[in-house]
T-cell receptor, first 114, second 113 residues
Framework: AQSVTQLGSHVSVSEGALVLLRCNYSSSVPPYLFWYVQYPNQGLQLLLKYTSAATLVKGINGFEAEFKKSETSFHLTKPSAHMSDAAEYFCAVSEAGGGNKLTFGTGTQLKVEL | EPEVTQTPSHQVTQMGQEVILRCVPISNHLYFYWYRQILGQKVEFLVSFYNNEISEKSEIFDDQFSVERPDGSNFTLKIRSTKLEDSAMYFC???????????FGDGTRLSIL
């Protein structure tokens, strides 16, 4: 069975500072990994995906994530936070050959302060 | 950019009543999904649908729930007899292929009174 753990339900950074949102997964087979962002009163928007090609994945809005098999991690980073990055971020996993069901983490609310 | 659309954005229903949530997936997508998010909790998978049949469902998706693709464009979720605990945000999603990124609608907020 697959699962996702997001450490830190709330993260606060200053504008211009590094953003680091943590995600660890467990999966019995090679996983597909995704990061989604949710702005208030909106749906989930795909930021980036890992599908067993390059381990460093670049997404939209300057975000990237690195797949580390040895650490079972897929942390999301952005070098310099912007006020518009304030939102809730969800890490999700689906299993190769296991259907398309996404299993989500509990989410991390990112706050960006001046 | 094509998007998934959901209607209504907010649905208020009396407990015990039937409710139908509607979704129009992206037109060239073949896989369709419903998820729900109870306030303050994580997004949970309900059901996936491919080739006019359910391909996978969670234990949440019991006999009170059903899905249908009545025509070439709509994808619906029906809850036969709503309960208070069905109150949640329901998200529809679609994807082009197996393990391809899923694109989500803005959700329907379902409030059961």
């Amino acid at each position: 069975a697959q699962s996702v753990t997001q450490l830190g339900s709330h993260v606060s950074v200053s504008e211009g500072a590094l953003v680091l949102l943590r995600c660890n997964y467990s999966s019995s087979v090679p996983p597909y990994l995704f990061w989604y962002v949710q702005y208030p009163n909106q749906g989930l928007q795909l930021l980036l995906k890992y599908t067993s090609a390059a381990t460093l994945v670049k997404g939209i809005n300057g975000f990237e994530a690195e797949f580390k098999k040895s650490e079972t991690s897929f942390h999301l980073t952005k070098p310099s936070a912007h006020m518009s990055d304030a939102a809730e971020y969800f890490c999700a996993v689906s299993e190769a050959g296991g259907g398309n069901k996404l299993t989500f983490g509990t989410g991390t609310q990112l706050k960006v302060e001046l | 950019e094509p998007e998934v659309t959901q209607t209504p954005s907010h649905q208020v229903t009396q407990m015990g009543q039937e409710v139908i949530l509607r979704c129009v997936p992206i037109s060239n997508h073949l896989y369709f999904y419903w998820y729900r998010q109870i306030l303050g909790q994580k997004v949970e998978f309900l059901v996936s649908f491919y080739n006019n049949e359910i391909s996978e469902k969670s234990e949440i998706f019991d006999d009170q729930f059903s899905v249908e693709r009545p025509d070439g464009s709509n994808f619906t979720l029906k809850i036969r007899s709503t309960k208070l605990e069905d109150s949640a945000m329901y998200f529809c999603a679609s994807s082009q292929g197996n393990n391809q990124p899923q694109h989500f609608g803005d959700g329907t907020r379902l409030s059961i009174l």
